[in-house]
């Protein structure tokens, strides 16, 4: 395997299931939305199938473009999410040359080796124009481990520590807006590149 994304090819249609509705999400969606001010257009890092971040930002008027390596949750997301524009691909590694008012990350990071997260955050500074808003989520401690309680398929998740994430962002440019635990051992960080 190449990704994570291609385990959840293998478990797209439970996922796309399971996953179609907020859990602590909300609260932290209209926060982005309000920190977009007019800003419209927004990349969603590990996009799924659509649902329920992209499909509740298109429904408030935004224009979401999702970027996924499942092919099987976009395809889901081309029937259930139509209006999300789509691109398929590693975010590690995929050229994306459009800048975005906003980029949300929900539950896609974690899936990245450690490794991965001090770049992945410079690619979301990339992605951004200035005064743009990131959005994403990591765990409250560093850890790496594997299991396979989603639907039965062994998955990986990785974080690092938050001091970690505090100062990659400082370096790429961006001020913390917040940061925030959702639920256990999980935590949201809104940041807004200002250089
Ligand atoms: C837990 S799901 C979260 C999906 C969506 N953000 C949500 O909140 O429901 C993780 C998503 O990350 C995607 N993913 C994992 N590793 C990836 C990678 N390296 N590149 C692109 N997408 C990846 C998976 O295909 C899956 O859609």
């Given at each position: 395997m190449k990704n994570e994304g291609e385990r959840y090819d293998l478990i797209a249609k439970g996922f796309a299931?399971?996953?179609?509705?907020?859990?602590?999400?909300?609260k932290y969606i209209d926060?982005?939305?309000?920190?977009?001010?007019?800003?419209?257009?927004?990349?969603?890092v590990g996009c799924g199938s659509g649902f329920p971040i992209a499909s509740y930002l298109i429904k408030q008027g935004?224009?979401?473009t999702g970027v996924?390596?499942?092919?099987?949750?976009l395809a889901i997301a081309k029937v259930k999410?139509?209006?999300?524009?789509?691109?398929?691909?590693?975010v590690r590694h995929i050229a994306i040359n459009e800048k975005y008012d906003g980029v949300i990350e929900w539950w896609c990071l974690f899936h990245l080796p450690k490794e991965d997260h001090q770049r992945m955050i410079s690619r979301f500074a990339h992605w951004?124009?200035?005064?743009?808003?990131?959005?994403?989520?990591?765990?409250?401690?560093?850890?790496?481990a594997s299991?396979?309680?989603?639907l039965g398929q062994e998955l990986s998740f990785y974080s690092l520590n938050p001091a970690d994430y505090e100062k990659y962002l400082k370096k790429s440019g961006?001020?913390?807006?917040?940061?925030?635990?959702?639920?256990e051992q999980h935590l949201v960080w809104i940041a807004k590149k200002i250089l």
């Open positions: 299931e399971m996953r179609d509705s907020f859990a602590t999400e909300q926060l982005f939305i309000r920190h977009l001010g007019d800003g419209r257009k927004v990349l969603d935004l224009q979401v996924d390596a499942s092919k099987e949750l999410c139509p209006d999300m524009q789509q691109i398929y691909g590693d951004l124009k200035l005064d743009g808003i990131l959005e994403f989520t990591t765990g409250d401690r560093e850890y790496a299991d396979s309680n989603m961006f001020k913390i807006l917040l940061c925030e635990s959702d639920q």
